[in-house]
């Protein structure tokens, strides 16, 4: 997308699209943490198979959610350079299966434990 494209939106506008992004990305970075905490410090779970497993979804949740942020930042811009209706997202959805995915993972790791 070009920036130069349509009008130029009140900036207010601008900048809380801006922050609504970079909430996004800061909660898929935290994923990302959350991998790397898993698949390194955890000891239990480091050298085997669900705790890589289960780092992998943190991994593959942050990311997607990440790249979801972009896109999502990109619509909603052009939409409001172009006086259009502010476009769905998806983001929401693919959070919450991603942190119930990782969750139920979690329990059952607890559960096999025991």
Known sequence: MRTE???EPDYRF???NERTFLAW??????????????????????H??????????LALTGTLLCVGAY????RVQRAMRHGGALPATRLPLLLSWGIAAVG???????????
């Open 71 to 74: 896109r999502r930042w990109q």
């Open 48 to 57: 085997r198979f669900s705790g890589a497993a289960l780092g992998a979804l």
């Open 14 to 16: 601008s900048l809380a």
């Open 5 to 7: 494209d349509g009008q």
């Open 25 to 46: 990305i800061r909660t898929g970075l935290a994923l990302l943490a959350g991998a790397v905490a898993v698949a390194q410090f955890v000891a239990p779970l480091a």
């Open 104 to 114: 139920t993972a979690v329990v059952l790791l607890v559960l096999a434990e025991r």
